[in-house]
């Protein structure tokens, strides 16, 4: 299909990018509004309990050895702690300095709320935002300039899914309501379109891309996963669940390896050398609700998945089939709210998810706040809950930078970037 040309592009009269008018309340110090509970630690079921609202660092078991980075360095150096120890001390160190993350940079650019955001892959301070409106912002808020904005269709034209071309860095592959999976760049331009459904009755909810595979994968709305090559041409197209492929995910280290989630309540694993239909699936996971999403671990070794209602779910690698780590957490769907997705810490064994508040819930507490919720990815105890009273909404999405030390959410109209005011104050 010949490339066309998109709306104009345009620098956005309507961004507002400010700093924090005054310095926040940690969670810790707002504590006498909401009641305190505890953290249960795991049992052998392996299911953990993440009701306490102020789980915090008190409750962390440090190694007197390694409450020192530089002696843990050092003891590695001497062949005195192996790996794992030296990286469970870097992780205990960054969850510490969680205390002091604040929101630094605020944007409202959109006139509908927020639905996707990707991290450039090599610019720290740079990510590009999607909202229902078809709208996308790459924003550096590194420097005073104004983000670069591309005017969407309105309604109907949803971002979906967004991620950076890495190939080429200056290029994003976008999956939307529209009835497209295409690939444009920052000029407002369509490079190629990928898959067109040419109907108002099917459209695009995910996608994944393989640099070095060179492949594209997307999913739609009646349960069709599209696997093409970069180029633009179809390997297949395969009706893999009975419904809505509400994530698609290449595992980082083995791109071969597939995950789909679905409405269907299944997340299933596929090997795409292999695929010749949906009952070629290498595992079928069932779950008790919809899933919202399943993501690999950076190391591809786990494999996290969120549902619709109030767990997430650790699957490890080479058992898949085994029962999970499950952590009850308040997340339940809402048809006016972007889906609520977990994602994992770039560098730690680390979760972050968004909470909201569900009276049903066993662990609910009045006057709960809308925290976004770390995890140990390990043991799924709660590590750390960040908090600003003066952005309270419920956040959707989360993702840190590749570097793991900025953290960028979505709160309905809303992009909030997080990190240390140390950081802020360079």
């Known amino acids: 299909m010949a490339p066309r040309k998109r709306p104009e592009t345009q620098k956005t009269p309507e961004v507002v990018v400010r700093p924090k008018s005054r310095r926040s309340r940690s969670p810790r110090e707002l504590e006498p509004e909401a009641k305190k509970l505890c953290v249960k630690g795991p049992g052998s079921s392996r299911r953990f309990d993440s009701g306490c609202l102020w789980a915090g660092l008190a409750s962390l078991q440090v190694p007197p050895s390694y409450t020192s980075i530089v002696r843990a360095l050092h003891h590695h150096k001497l062949g005195k702690a192996a790996w794992p120890s030296l990286q469970q001390g870097l992780q205990q160190s960054f969850v510490h300095s969680l205390a002091s993350y604040r929101i630094f940079q605020k944007a409202a650019p959109f006139d509908r709320r927020a639905t996707s955001l990707a991290w450039h892959p090599t610019h720290p301070s740079t990510l590009a935002v999607g909202s229902k409106g078809g709208d996308i912002m790459l924003w550096n808020f590194g420097i005073k300039d104004k983000p670069t904005f591309i005017k969407g269709i309105g309604a109907g034209g949803s971002v979906t899914g967004l991620k950076f071309n890495p190939l080429d860095t200056n290029q994003f592959f976008t999956s939307s309501m529209e009835g497209t999976t295409r690939l444009q760049d920052f000029k407002g331009n369509t490079l190629r379109v ?226 240390q005011e140390a950081g802020m104050r360079k």
């Open 194 to 419: 990928f898959t067109s459904s040419d109907t108002c009755n099917i459209w695009f909810c995910s996608l994944d891309v393989s640099a070095r595979s060179r492949m594209v994968v997307t999913g739609d709305n009646v349960g069709h996963v599209i696997l093409l090559n970069m180029d633009g041409r179809e390997l297949w197209n395969l009706r893999m669940h009975k419904k809505k492929v509400t994530h698609v995910a290449l595992n980082p280290c083995c791109d071969w390896l597939l995950a789909t989630a679905s409405v269907d309540q299944t997340v299933k694993l596929w090997d795409l050398r292999q695929v010749k239909g949906k009952s070629s699936c290498l595992h079928s996971l069932l779950h008790s609700h919809p899933v919202n999403a399943a993501c690999f671990s950076p190391d591809g070794a786990q494999l996290l998945t969120t549902d619709q209602k109030s767990e997430l779910r650790v699957y490890s690698a080479s058992q898949w089939d085994c029962p999970p780590s499950l952590i009850p957490h308040p997340h339940r769907h809402f048809q006016h709210l972007t889906p609520i997705k977990a994602t994992w810490h770039p560098r730690y064994n680390l979760i972050v998810v968004g909470r909201y508040p569900d009276p049903n819930f066993k662990s609910c507490t009045p006057h709960e706040l809308r925290t976004i919720d770390v995890f140990d990815g390990s043991s799924g105890k709660m590590m750390y809950q960040l908090y600003d009273p003066e952005s309270s909404g419920i956040i959707s999405l989360n993702e840190f930078n590749p570097m793991g030390d900025t953290l960028a959410s979505l709160m309905g109209y809303h992009i909030l970037i997080w990190s």
